[in-house]
Nanobody, 123 residues
Framework: EGELVESGGGLVQPGGSLKLSCTASGFTFSGYTMIWVRQAPGKGLEWVARINGGGAGRTYADAVKGRFTIFRDNANNTVTLQMNSLKTEDTAMYYC????????????????RGQGTQVTVSS
């Protein structure tokens, strides 16, 4: 069915930047919507950004709009989340997820996701 592996998390001060990367394998990467989701302590999964298979269609949650950018490289099966102007409320485990079906996906089924990478924003 495939695998997703995230990297790039860490500790950063408020106002700082981080770049998260996700490498996919085992499925036709360009055929699926890819999604970054996060889970803060004691809260449920929250979608952050998603990008369609070709890379031209992107949507963002209101909480990150204007600060985060999602992009993908289908030649190398990677999807990246560039996070700027980070806030303490961005602290969470970040997961890379794949839509459950080929094509553009706007639902909330994030079961196919990686192990996650921790992002902590603190002074």
């Amino acid at each position: 069915e495939g695998e997703l592996v995230e990297s790039g998390g860490g500790l950063v001060q408020p106002g700082g930047s981080l770049k998260l990367s996700c490498t996919a394998s085992g499925f036709t990467f360009s055929g699926y919507t890819m999604i970054w989701v996060r889970q803060a302590p004691g809260k449920g999964l929250e979608w952050v950004a998603r990008i369609n298979g070709g890379g031209a269609g992107r949507t963002y949650a209101d909480a990150v709009k204007g600060r985060f950018t999602i992009f993908r490289d289908n030649a190398n099966n990677t999807v990246t989340l560039q996070m700027n102007s980070l806030k303490t409320e961005d602290t969470a485990m970040y997961y890379c997820a794949r839509g459950p079906i080929p094509g553009w996906y706007v639902g909330t089924d994030f079961r196919f996701r990686g192990q996650g990478t921790q992002v902590t924003v603190s002074s």
